[in-house]
């Protein structure tokens, strides 16, 4: 079994910057992506970021600029740097890890509360 633990969400005003982290433990195949992903109320669950072991990025376009998605290999650590936040960054946010193994394997952490208001 697969668990990711974030932590790093909170309260910011417009303008400041918070860090993600998603810690993943367990059986995981080394070949794989992880990503963040947001929900607002009211509104479906979109792609933020997403970085494979290799490196390779991937960023909505409402945050390209703005936000830096990394990842520590060795850790199993997925980061999520949110700078020049915005009103409308506000969602709860979730990690995530896939591979495909024969089947695809697919985990998601709690999610973590990000709120931006002044």
């Known amino acids: 079994q697969v668990q990711l633990v974030e932590s790093g969400g909170g309260l910011v005003q417009p303008g400041g910057s918070l860090r993600l982290s998603c810690a993943a433990s367990g059986s995981i195949f080394s070949l794989n992506a992880m990503g963040w992903y947001r929900q607002a109320p009211g509104k479906q669950r979109e792609l933020v970021a997403a970085i494979n072991s290799g490196g390779s990025t991937n960023y909505a376009d409402s945050v390209k600029g703005r936000f830096t998605i990394s990842r520590d290999n060795a850790k199993n650590t997925v980061y999520l740097q949110m700078n020049s936040l915005k009103p409308e960054d506000t969602a709860v946010y979730y990690c995530?890890?896939?591979?495909?193994?024969?089947?695809?394997?697919?985990?998601w952490g709690q999610g973590t509360q990000v709120t931006v208001s002044s």
């Open positions: 995530n890890i896939h591979w495909v193994l024969g089947k695809v394997y697919d985990y």
